[in-house]
């Protein structure tokens, strides 16, 4: 199919939902897979992402579900795949992304009124470029697609289903509560030419038995003409989260990792700090997959009765590091003794300043003292530097004895350099006997660096190192065939359209 006035002939399917988190992204990322093993040359999209949680692709950088779903449909990542992305910066602004690039920073009703026609434009063009390439284009909506407040300006719910002709099925989230309501009540406020897109739905995280669920479906379809298409059991295929709302709340406690058997006597636990404006927290969870690995996301109030501690990647690492001095985090840090790692704002947050820091905060002047654990200092620059990386290191510090070429990606504004008596760690990295800090992302997602980590810290810990390897899935290949199974399995495909018997 194709919208007026475009030459594109790809069907699209708008995978919606009733509410954020409620599994359009593994449900999108399974019929990726599932058509892509079939022989249909299918593609990923989502014309409007919202996430700090972002990936580097040729031309710039995407949002993480994008990226994973390209990697589930077995296609190269590209901006066209996620035209327009928001990473919030905190006090209601995001930092606007098209096609890849950093055009400015906006609140949302500057944004609505300055960038809305550029956004709308460049989500069109994407979507032509894609559909005219490939068979089937898979495109997932965000939150709800039925908020009144927002319906005259959706670009990744309305507008898409509008520009693009997408069938669209709807997505509902059991877990919460009151799916039948919120798929009833969805449909009921979607405007007339949208209700007749949908051609289905499918309930998500459903535990127990399938057939007390059977007066509920029923009752669902009397109401609406439409058929529920699947019910998919409560089974995380472990694809990476793409925002803070799989977190826990900021001022909880919650640990990844201890149900893999190994008593906590003999486990390591790493700490990641909850910062505030957290970004790219998925980079831990390879470290979470890993027997006899915990990984804790610590409140900024909280102890760190941890053996290691990560700071992650933060969207405003000026902010964050005040958050974490007024709330006695950053006494507790620079007092830890064990392993430190700073990924990306975290690698700033370690050094000993931050200059030019205006440029990123306006609640800061030109200078801001870090925590002083590693003697590099950071500088802020408009420009950002985006791109994939694959370089050959030699590991010092919490990563002593690795000897690898480790692949990843770095996403930054802030310069770097050493002030001091230090290591270098990679091109920009550094590092002490105790404490490193790098720029790149998707750190652990390299086994060898994970092996090298767990073992400084175990030996740190006093215990037996654990036998790295269970977290080890550079490829995705796992949860994206647990993702493709869930939807094969319990999804009808047939009111769908889409051809799965070549």
Partial sequence: MSGPGSEATARTLLVA?????????????????????????????????????????????????????????????????????????????????????????????????????????????????????????????????????????????????????????????????????????????????????????????????????????????????????????????????????????????????????????????????????????????????????RVAYVPLDGPLDADAVVLPGTKNTVDDLLALRESGMAERICDFDGPVVGVCGGYQLLGERITNAAVESASATDAVAGLGLLPVATRFERDKRVEPVSRRVEGTGPLAGLSATVTGYEIHMGRTRLVGDVKRFGESGAATDRVLGTYLHGLFENAAVRAAFVETVAAAAGVDPPTVGSGDDPSGHRPYRAARDLVATHVDLGPLGLSTDR
């Fill in 17 to 293: 939902g009733t509410a954020s988190h409620v599994g359009k992204t593994t449900v999108a990322a399974g019929l990726c897979r599932l058509l892509a093993d079939r022989g249909v040359d299918v593609v990923p999209y989502k014309a409007q992402n919202m996430s700090n949680n972002a990936r580097a692709v040729p031309g710039g950088e995407i949002g993480v579900s994008q990226y994973v779903q390209a990697r589930a449909a077995r296609v190269p990542a590209s901006v066209d795949m996620n035209p327009v992305l928001l990473k919030p910066t905190g006090e209601g602004e995001s930092q606007v992304v098209v096609h890849g690039e950093a055009i400015g920073h906006e609140s949302a009703g500057a944004y609505y009124d300055d960038r809305w026609e550029e956004a709308l434009a460049a989500a069109r063009k994407s979507h032509e470029r894609l559909a005219g390439k490939h068979d089937v284009v898979v495109a997932e909506g965000a939150g709800s697609i039925a908020e009144p407040n927002l319906r005259e300006r959706d670009l990744a719910n309305v507008e898409t289903a509008r520009f693009a002709d997408a069938d669209v099925l709807l997505v509902g989230d059991i877990e919460r509560g009151g799916v039948f309501a919120s798929l009833v009540g969805t449909l009921e406020l979607l405007p007339a030419d949208l209700r007749k897109r949908v051609v289905g739905a499918v309930i998500t995280k459903f535990r127990g038995d399938r057939e007390i669920l059977r007066p509920g479906v029923e009752d669902f379809e009397d109401r609406t003409g439409l058929p529920v298409l699947g019910v998919l059991p409560y089974d995380d295929p472990g694809l990476p989260a793409e925002d803070s709302v799989s977190l826990p709340p900021a001022g909880e406690r919650a640990v990844r990792g201890a149900d893999d058997g190994v008593p906590d006597g003999e486990a390591v636990t790493v700490a990641v700090v909850r910062l505030p404006r957290i970004s790219n927290f998925t980079d831990f969870e390879p470290l979470a997959r890993e027997r006899g690995v």
